[in-house]
């Protein structure tokens, strides 16, 4: 297996120097038209504690918990692979995250030490490849404190661009009361809290044949941005930068049920101005990935409620296939050159200013 551990006490000591261990300066990304060096946003990662431990629990019924543990794509994964994968693809930096399930299987202290391992690793990989790799920082929910304390962590002493979390966690979706304590912190330090979807529990083995990513994983991501709307969480975490996965994922299909304008006004509401702190204001706030979403129907959905300025690029990497593959599809969804632009870097370079460059 291709990962090089570090101790804790160099890593933490070597921050101050995160430069130091920067790729070489002699990578050229592949000239490619209509790809001015893209950011995803939506790129995964492992660490070697944390492939271990998926990698024990594989087979296991976990009750309450996701039993989805895509393994196979991970085994030989490295920094390095990811970099030559980016290089040929034109990816110039890939803001790294956790995928589910996340880091809770029931256990406070394994959830707290797989959390702060990956995120070390992550940041070291940003380190070492600077410029290449942004972190978005792994939170220990559903526990508060324990995740109030890696935010100041992953903020503080690893200076993570943002956080990554899932979508829900057991039957509660991020507008839940009980997370408030961690979004009131996150909000204060106007973060960027990336999503990512899992199959919640009320919600699991429907179809045994059926794989959850075809339609519980999108259908976890409407209802976290519903449990945003409905609960007034996203008007008290105004100040927080969400970005949903794969599109928003069922969301644009049910926008008529959600309050903003039914079958015969809805035209009308999303052809002007949203209200102030009205639902479609808040839509219209949050930002959407393309992985796994790159056709006609969830673009051109998405650019009616959202605007392309909501949109940024994400792969879903490694498992929703190579960028290439995504910037193909985004050319045959109506966008224009100025639209594609904006996806491809322009829109995340906005608030990830340091890999604007």
């Given at each position: 297996m291709a990962f090089r551990s570090t101790s804790r006490r160099k890593f933490v000591a070597g921050l101050a120097a995160?430069?130091?261990?920067?790729?070489?300066?002699?990578?050229?990304?592949?000239?490619?038209?209509?790809?001015?060096?893209?950011?995803?946003?939506?790129?995964?990662?492992?660490?070697?504690?944390?492939l271990k431990t998926l990698t024990a629990k594989?087979?296991?019924k976990l009750e309450g918990f996701t039993n989805y543990f895509p393994l196979g794509l991970w085994q030989n994964y490295s920094p390095a692979r990811d970099i030559e994968l980016m290089d040929k693809q034109g990816v110039a930096t890939a803001m790294i995250s956790v995928t589910?399930?996340?880091?809770?299987?029931?256990?406070?202290?394994?959830a707290r030490k797989?959390?702060?391992?990956?995120?070390?690793?992550?940041?070291?990989?940003?380190?070492?490849?600077?410029?290449?790799?942004g972190l978005f920082a792994l939170l220990p929910l559903p526990l508060i404190d324990e995740s109030l304390r890696e935010i100041?962590?992953?903020?503080?002493?690893?200076?993570?661009?943002?956080?990554?979390?899932l979508t829900s966690y057991g039957n509660r979706?991020?507008?839940?009361?009980?997370?408030?304590?961690?979004?009131?912190?996150?909000?204060?330090?106007?973060?960027?809290?990336?999503?990512?979807?899992?199959?919640?529990?009320?919600?699991?083995?429907?179809?045994?044949?059926?794989?959850?990513?075809?339609?519980?994983?999108?259908?976890?991501?409407?209802?976290?941005?519903?449990?945003?709307?409905?609960?007034?969480?996203?008007?008290?975490?105004?100040?927080?930068?969400?970005?949903?996965?794969?599109g928003g994922g069922t969301m644009p299909a049910v926008i008529g049920r959600l309050g903003i304008g039914g079958a015969d006004t809805l035209t009308g509401?999303?052809?002007?101005?949203?209200?102030?702190?009205?639902?479609?204001?808040?839509?219209?706030r949050f930002c959407y990935d393309t992985a796994m979403s790159t056709n006609v129907v969830q673009m051109q959905a998405l650019k009616t409620i959202a605007g392309v300025s909501q949109i940024v690029f994400g792969t879903d990497y490694p498992f929703g296939g190579d960028a290439a593959r995504h910037l193909t599809g985004l050319q045959s969804c109506g966008l224009s050159d100025e639209d594609l632009r904006a996806i491809q870097r322009g829109n995340a370079a906005k608030f990830l200013p340091k890999y604007a460059g």
């Open positions: 995160a430069g130091a261990g920067a790729v070489s300066p002699g990578w050229r990304l592949r000239a490619q038209s209509g790809n001015p060096r893209v950011i995803d946003c939506h790129h995964h990662f492992v660490s070697p504690a944390f594989q087979g296991r589910s399930p996340g880091v809770w299987f029931g256990d406070r202290e394994e797989l959390a702060r391992e990956m995120n070390e690793y992550g940041a070291k990989m940003a380190s070492d490849y600077k410029g290449r790799f100041e962590y992953a903020f503080d002493t690893l200076k993570a661009d943002g956080v990554g979390i979706w991020l507008g839940d009361a009980a997370f408030q304590p961690v979004f009131d912190e996150l909000n204060r330090r106007k973060a960027i809290v990336y999503t990512h979807p899992i199959d919640a529990p009320c919600c699991q083995d429907l179809w045994p044949d059926v794989n959850p990513t075809t339609l519980e994983f999108p259908t976890d991501t409407a209802r976290a941005i519903l449990s945003l709307l409905v609960t007034n969480a996203a008007s008290r975490y105004g100040d927080i930068r969400f970005i949903f996965s794969h509401v999303l052809n002007r101005p949203a209200e102030p702190n009205s639902r479609l204001f808040q839509l219209r």
